[in-house]
């Protein structure tokens, strides 16, 4: 992980990325019909698989940013300090859309 890099990065292009991305896969979600499977259990498990995924990618980058923090690398502060920006979409909150997405699956089916 380069951190001055990562720091570089300007928070909207971040937020505008991670939002982008997550509604496109919404949106094949919701388009995609499988043949053996209903469409309604295939977005929700696609929706569970997404929220662990972001969950562990939380976990994990708040640990590495910890530890890199412990160990005094330059600029770990301060990317742990971004990275807790409430201003910042982080993998916790883009897991919160998709239990979002979960929720709302039998009323997207319909579309």
Request: hydrophobic share 55%.
């Amino acid at each position: 992980m380069n951190l001055e890099n990562w720091l570089a990065v300007p928070l909207k292009r971040t937020n505008t990325a991670a939002v982008g991305s997550t509604l496109v896969a919404m949106l094949f979600l919701v388009a995609y019909e499988p043949e053996e499977i209903e469409h309604i259990r295939f977005m929700r498990a696609y929706a569970v698989l997404l929220i662990a995924t972001h969950i562990a990618f939380h976990i994990g980058t708040l640990n590495a940013l910890k530890f890199m923090a412990l160990q005094k690398i330059s600029h770990a502060e301060h990317a742990l300090t971004s990275y807790r920006d409430p201003h910042r979409i982080s993998h916790l909150d883009l897991a919160a859309a998709w239990l979002g997405f979960y929720s709302l699956s039998p009323f997207l089916a319909l579309l």
